[in-house]
């Protein structure tokens, strides 16, 4: 369908509304990369008066001389291969990233049916064109994988990798925390030269690339794809860092001892209740002010 609006769109048969539904396909997207990426090609230089003069000299000693080319066409050939082939291989090594933007969520499903909801302030990327022979993606953020069942699946992190057969789980890679959550089936956790397997209702976390807890869960699926960020001996600094990912606002924090570390949950609904969750327990005080922002300090 994308396909046949992209064709009537280049001989300018599109209708409005035609056009409006190819702006929101992966069609449109992809012309539009190659249009931007083969519009600053160029074809060769050449001194055609030069060329022109080698060629004549030569026809000179020749009893006969038989018209092959006609230059100016060839050199209009030469370009069009070179578009042709710039294109292909744009194509051929295109990468597909999708984000989400400060506090939201979003779902997207990868080519082999594997479902994938990213948290807030998180994004993927991957080979569409080569998904098939490898399952690779890689993930800055957080986000739940629901696994389809085939070839090995890998998330790649810039502090490990999970890789897994088929499976749901959960992968948080923020700053230097790094915690994984098994919900289904088995994962593999790689790093540092380590490698851990995770079998359902297990999860572990790494900080600074180092594993600093092993961890059961009781739950199905992880909190924030219900609203709630949930938090497990945690540095109090990453979780205001994440709750200024899901209400999109910057937290001024001013405390005498910052390894405090929070377990609980927060909401995403109302900013004010979330604050009181993580300070009083933590007795700490807080202030939110349109100008001057928000602020967390001691009692």
């Known amino acids: 369908m994308s396909e046949q609006l992209l064709h009537k769109f280049l001989n300018n048969e599109i209708t409005d509304t035609e056009m409006e539904i190819l702006k929101a396909s992966d069609v449109y997207r992809d012309y539009l990369k190659i249009a931007s990426h083969t519009s600053s090609l160029q074809t060769p230089q050449f001194n055609k008066e030069r060329v022109w003069q080698n060629i004549s000299d030569r026809n000179k000693y020749k009893k006969k001389t038989i018209p092959l080319f006609n230059y100016r066409s060839l050199l209009k050939y030469a370009a069009l291969l070179v578009i042709m082939f710039a294109g292909y291989f744009y194509l051929a090594n295109m990468d597909v990233s999708v984000t989400s933007q400060l506090a939201e969520k979003r779902s997207y499903v990868l080519p082999d049916k594997s479902e994938v909801t990213l948290n807030a302030d998180s994004k993927i990327t991957y080979n569409k064109n080569s998904w098939e022979e490898k399952r690779i993606l890689t993930l800055r953020g957080e986000a739940f994988f629901k696994v389809s069942k085939g070839k ?148």
């Open 152 to 299: 090995k699946f890998d998330v790649e992190t810039s502090q490990g990798t999970v890789r897994v057969l088929g499976t749901q789980f959960n992968v948080q890679n923020r700053d230097k925390h790094f915690h994984v959550s098994c919900y289904e089936g088995l994962v593999e956790v790689i790093f540092q030269d380590q490698s851990i397997q995770l079998s359902a209702g297990n999860s572990i976390i790494i900080e600074n690339g180092k594993l600093i807890a092993q961890q059961t869960i009781t739950t199905t699926k992880p909190g924030w794809l219900f609203d709630e960020s949930s938090f497990e001996n945690v540095l109090l600094e990453n979780v205001i860092k994440e709750l200024e990912k899901q209400y999109s606002v910057k937290v001024e924090i001013n405390l005498s001892d910052t390894s405090k570390r929070f377990t609980g949950a927060f909401t995403h609904t109302n900013l004010e209740d979330a604050l009181k969750t993580i300070c009083v327990p933590l007795q700490l005080n807080y202030s939110i002010d349109g100008k001057r922002g928000i602020k967390i300090y001691e009692e």
